[in-house]
C-alpha cells in the first residue's frame, strides 16, 4: 500500500519538476509531421534558425549508427535508439558564441547582440574572463 502511494506521489512530483523534452515551439502537429525543429529566435517563419543573421542553420540530425553490444535486447524497439531521429531529422546548428535550440542565446560566458563580448567572472582576488 505505501510503495504504490509512494510511486503515485514521486510521479506527481516529477510531472510537475519536469519542464520539457522538447522545445514546445517543436512541438505541435506540424512540427512533428514535418520532423523538423528549426524556429526562428525572432519568430519569423522564414528565417529558421536565425539563418539570416549568421546565427546557425537548419541542419539533418546526425545518430550514433554504432552497434549495439550483446547485453541490448531491444534492438529497434526502444524509442531511445538513434535519439532524437525518432522525432525530429533535422534540428537547429548554431554559428560562433550563439546557442540555444533556436540560437537565440549566447553560449555561456559570452554576451551582446552578437554574442561578442566576454562576460568577466570573479575568481577570490582576481577577474578572470572565459
Known amino acids: 500500500m505505501w510503495?504504490?502511494?509512494g510511486g503515485v506521489l514521486l510521479l506527481v512530483h516529477a510531472l510537475v519538476l519536469v519542464g520539457a523534452q522538447f522545445p514546445r515551439v517543436c512541438v505541435t502537429p506540424?512540427?512533428?509531421?514535418?520532423a523538423q525543429?528549426?524556429?526562428s529566435p525572432f519568430a519569423v517563419d522564414s528565417d529558421p534558425c536565425g539563418a539570416s543573421s549568421g546565427?546557425?542553420?537548419?541542419?539533418?540530425?546526425?545518430?550514433d549508427a554504432r552497434a549495439h553490444g550483446p547485453q541490448y535486447p531491444y534492438d529497434g524497439r526502444d524509442d531511445r535508439e538513434r535519439w532524437p531521429l525518432r522525432f525530429?531529422?533535422?534540428?537547429?546548428?548554431?554559428?560562433?558564441n550563439f546557442s540555444g535550440f533556436d540560437c537565440g542565446r549566447c553560449r555561456h560566458g559570452f554576451t551582446g547582440d552578437a554574442?561578442?563580448?566576454r562576460v568577466p567572472v570573479g575568481?577570490?582576488?582576481?577577474?578572470?574572463?572565459?
Open 123 to 130: 575568481q577570490k582576488n582576481k577577474l578572470l574572463f572565459l
Open 37 to 39: 525543429c528549426c524556429p
Open 115 to 117: 554574442c561578442e563580448r
Open 3 to 5: 510503495r504504490s502511494c
Open 88 to 96: 525530429f531529422t533535422r534540428a537547429c546548428r548554431c554559428n560562433g
Open 30 to 34: 506540424e512540427g512533428l509531421v514535418s
Open 55 to 63: 546565427r546557425g542553420q537548419c541542419v539533418d540530425v546526425r545518430a
